[in-house]
């Protein structure tokens, strides 16, 4: 059994944007082939009831969006950490630059296997963007870039 993870912030059930939905949509179709198992790990994902409705793949959460932690996934770095450790991907995917991906980066490294990653805009290519755009989010920017940058991605 191949083992897949994709790594998009949100699930587009939860919140719909374009990483979201192709991300969605890659898990689906990946999904449906023999012999692999896909596991779309989010902070946000769909309740309950919606994750058996039609949704060819795992669901696994590993973070939240509450209170401070909303203004970065830096927060969520111990538990995706943790949690390919436990899923043992033979394969990753993540969509969006931001701490995730050097998580994803480093653990690929580390384990010899693909990593794949989807830029999803220019912000994802150039950092200058932050110097430019100040906002109460800009030292959690600031921390992500950092950490991306000791990944080597």
């Not at 897949?4 to 949100?10: A, D, K, L, R, Y």
């Not at 979201?20 to 179709?29: P, S, V």
């Given at each position: 059994m191949t083992?897949?993870?994709?790594?998009?912030?949100?699930?587009p059930s939860v919140v719909m944007g374009g990483a979201?939905?192709?991300?969605?949509?890659?898990?689906?179709?990946i999904a449906r082939r023999p012999g692999v198992e896909v596991t779309y790990l989010a902070r946000d994902l769909p309740p309950e009831p919606l994750r058996a409705k039609n949704i060819p793949y795992?669901?696994?959460?590993?973070?939240?969006s509450r209170g401070i932690r909303r203004r970065a996934v830096l927060f969520d770095a111990p538990e995706l950490q943790r949690a390919l450790r436990e899923l043992e991907p033979h394969v990753i995917y993540q969509q969006m630059r931001q701490s995730y991906t050097a998580v994803c980066a480093r653990y690929a490294r580390e384990h010899g296997v693909p990593f794949f990653f989807q830029i999803a805009s220019d912000i994802d290519l150039d950092g200058?963007?932050?110097?430019n755009h100040l906002s109460a989010n800009t030292p959690f920017d600031i921390a992500e870039s950092v950490q991306i940058g000791r990944a080597h991605v």
């Open positions: 083992r897949v993870c994709v790594i998009v912030e949100n699930h979201q939905y192709q991300g969605h949509l890659l898990a689906e179709e795992a669901l696994r959460c590993i973070g939240t200058r963007w932050m110097r």
